[in-house]
């Protein structure tokens, strides 16, 4: 492969892309793409830790040594405008061409416009990178009183964040409840009262119908009640969109992301795709899935550069996540959309407590907040594939470390967690 691989997007995906082709042995060219000028970042502090904190550094994913050592072609500041797949080569904004062998898509995803009156205001932004972040940082510093439409997590994030900062927030979310459909009502009404506690306010059932301002800047948003909430910056956390226009317009087939196989595999199989940007039929549950975080990013991206190298393994990996939302951390392992069931361990009033969600006897996931160990557990038990009836979660941690144990044929010590 003389001109290699060439990974467009050096965000999560990609950079773990170019990690993992060297670290699976292969040692042709790898080109790393990317149109912001950073070296690449972790994302998750932006919202949780940086923007309160006007002396926070970006945390790097590598450090600079690490694309040198190994080979990688960085190349930040680079916009990727046209596949020719013809060709084989990559057409870059404001001239010059990159050719590839193979070709992994990590583009990622952007925040969804919300079309309002208003929103042109400056002091009306939103969250993705760490451009965006900076000036989150810098507006909120001059900002007494803080709007956030979207009550999903990025938006809790933020809310919690500046609210510690002793900026008075308020967040609009259009539906009845907060974090959508992501997790279990018990804990978006948990949420709730833990933010409402530190002063966060929070109106649900309720949206913006447009934002005022003064000399061209935001100072209120108007409820769909009304009611003139005073604002110097507003947050538009409305949820994200997948960068798939590059793929389209290339003629690779698209629903809700690029769409891969279960080998990161596009409908052109020499340009793969990983990450925000790519859709799939989920191996655990069968449904067409986007996921959105950094587990997904990575595990995608090391089976891409199995795939590169001619493994054909198919993706297996068990999805988690987590979220820090003020004194709560929130994590998440496997997909519990369409369970019917759950069991519930531990005690929300001591902010403590892990929700175990069945699909009839099959566990689809846990969700947990403040207690790492159950979520450690979950990933072991959801990985080995075993399914703990809920007669055994509810005899707590030990009885499911030793069920584990049992079916894995180990001593429950080893079982850890
Ligand atoms: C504020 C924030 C907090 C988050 N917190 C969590 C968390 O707590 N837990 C969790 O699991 N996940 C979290 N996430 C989600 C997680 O960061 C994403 O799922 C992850 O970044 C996805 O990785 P990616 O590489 O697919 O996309 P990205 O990290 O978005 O990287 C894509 C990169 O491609 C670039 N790009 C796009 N198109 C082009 C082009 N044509 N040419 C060149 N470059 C291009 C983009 O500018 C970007 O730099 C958070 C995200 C944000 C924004």
Same mark, same amino acid.
Request: proline letters at 5%; aromatic letters at 6%; zero cysteines.
């Given at each position: 492969?003389?001109?290699?691989?060439?990974?467009?997007?050096?965000?999560?995906?990609?950079? /773990?892309?170019?990690?993992?082709?060297?670290?699976?042995?292969?040692?042709?060219?790898?080109?790393?793409?990317?149109?912001?000028?950073?070296?690449?970042?972790?994302?998750?502090?932006?919202?949780?830790?940086?923007?309160?904190?006007?002396?926070?550094?970006?945390?790097?994913?590598?450090?600079?040594?690490?694309?040198?050592?190994?080979?990688?072609?960085?190349?930040?500041?680079?916009?990727?405008?046209?596949?020719?797949?013809?060709?084989?080569?990559?057409?870059?904004?404001?001239?010059?061409?990159?050719?590839?062998?193979?070709?992994?898509?990590?583009?990622?995803?952007?925040?969804?416009?919300?079309?309002?009156?208003?929103?042109?205001?400056? +002091?009306?932004?939103?969250?993705?990178?760490?451009?965006?972040?900076?000036?989150?940082?810098?507006?909120?510093?001059?900002?007494?009183?803080?709007?956030?439409?979207?009550?999903?997590?990025? +938006?809790?994030?933020?809310?919690?964040?500046?609210?510690?900062?002793?900026?008075?927030?308020?967040?609009?979310?259009?539906?009845?409840?907060?974090?959508?459909?992501?997790?279990?009502?018990?804990?978006?009404?948990?949420?709730?009262? !833990?933010?409402?506690?530190?002063?966060?306010?929070?109106?649900?059932?309720?949206?913006?119908?447009?934002?005022?301002?003064?000399?061209?800047?935001?100072?209120?948003?108007?409820?769909?009640?009304?009611?003139?909430?005073?604002?110097?910056?507003?947050?538009?956390?409305?949820?994200?969109?997948?960068?798939?226009?590059?793929?389209?317009?290339?003629?690779?087939?698209?629903?809700?992301?690029?769409?891969?196989?279960?080998?990161? /595999?596009?409908?052109?199989?020499?340009?793969?795709?990983?990450?925000?940007?790519?859709?799939?039929?989920?191996?655990?549950?069968?449904?067409?899935?986007?996921?959105?975080?950094?587990?997904?990013?990575?595990?995608?991206?090391?089976?891409?550069?199995?795939?590169?190298?001619?493994?054909?393994?198919?993706?297996?990996?068990?999805?988690?996540?987590?979220?820090?939302? +003020?004194?709560?951390?929130?994590?998440?392992?496997?997909?519990? /959309?369409?369970?019917?069931?759950?069991?519930?361990?531990?005690?929300?009033?001591?902010?403590?407590?892990?929700?175990?969600?069945?699909?009839?006897?099959?566990?689809?996931?846990?969700?947990?907040?403040?207690?790492?160990?159950?979520?450690?557990?979950? !990933?072991?038990?959801?990985?080995?594939?075993?399914?703990?009836?809920? /007669?055994?979660?509810?005899?707590?941690?030990?009885?499911?470390?030793?069920?584990?144990?049992?079916?894995?044929?180990?001593?429950?010590?080893?079982?850890?967690?």
């Amino acid at each position: 492969m003389k001109n290699g691989v060439v990974i467009v997007g050096a965000g999560h995906a990609g950079v /773990q892309a170019a990690a993992s082709l060297r670290e699976e042995g292969y040692d042709g060219p790898v080109v790393l793409i990317g149109d912001e000028t950073e070296l690449p970042y972790h994302k998750p502090p932006l919202s949780k830790t940086f923007i309160k904190d006007a002396e926070a550094k970006p945390q790097p994913l590598r450090g600079e040594a690490f694309y040198s050592a190994n080979a990688i072609d960085y190349r930040p500041g680079l916009r990727i405008d046209r596949i020719d797949i013809g060709a084989r080569k990559l057409d870059v904004f404001g001239g010059g061409t990159i050719p590839f062998d193979r070709l992994v898509l990590a583009t990622g995803s952007r925040p969804r416009l919300l079309k309002l009156d208003g929103v042109e205001l400056a +002091g009306v932004v939103s969250l993705r990178s760490l451009a965006d972040a900076r000036l989150i940082r810098e507006l909120s510093a001059q900002s007494e009183d803080v709007v956030i439409l979207g009550g999903g997590f990025i +938006g809790l994030e933020i809310a919690a964040t500046l609210r510690a900062a002793g900026r008075k927030v308020t967040v609009v979310e259009a539906v009845d409840r907060l974090l959508g459909r992501a997790v279990a009502p018990v804990i978006a009404a948990h949420v709730r009262q !833990r933010l409402e506690a530190i002063g966060v306010r929070i109106l649900t059932g309720t949206t913006v119908s447009r934002l005022e301002g003064e000399a061209g800047r935001v100072s209120a948003a108007i409820t769909s009640n009304g009611e003139r909430l005073p604002a110097q910056l507003v947050i538009i956390g409305i949820g994200v969109v997948p960068n798939v226009e590059l793929a389209e317009a290339a003629g690779l087939a698209t629903a809700n992301g690029i769409r891969v196989d279960q080998h990161m /595999q596009s409908s052109i199989p020499e340009i793969l795709a990983i990450g925000d940007a790519a859709s799939y039929r989920h191996w655990f549950t069968g449904a067409d899935v986007r996921l959105e975080s950094v587990q997904n990013a990575t595990d995608q991206a090391r089976l891409a550069a199995r795939t590169i190298l001619g493994h054909a393994e198919p993706f297996s990996a068990v999805p988690w996540f987590w979220s820090d939302i +003020g004194d709560m951390k929130l994590q998440m392992v496997g997909l519990t /959309q369409g369970g019917d069931s759950h069991v519930v361990l531990g005690e929300p009033a001591e902010n403590k407590f892990s929700i175990y969600h069945y699909a009839g006897n099959r566990l689809l996931g846990i969700e947990s907040v403040n207690r790492p160990a159950d979520h450690m557990l979950g !990933r072991k038990m959801l990985g080995a594939g075993f399914s703990p009836s809920p /007669q055994t979660v509810a005899g707590g941690p030990d009885a499911l470390k030793a069920a584990l144990a049992a079916f894995q044929n180990m001593e429950p010590a080893k079982v850890g967690a």
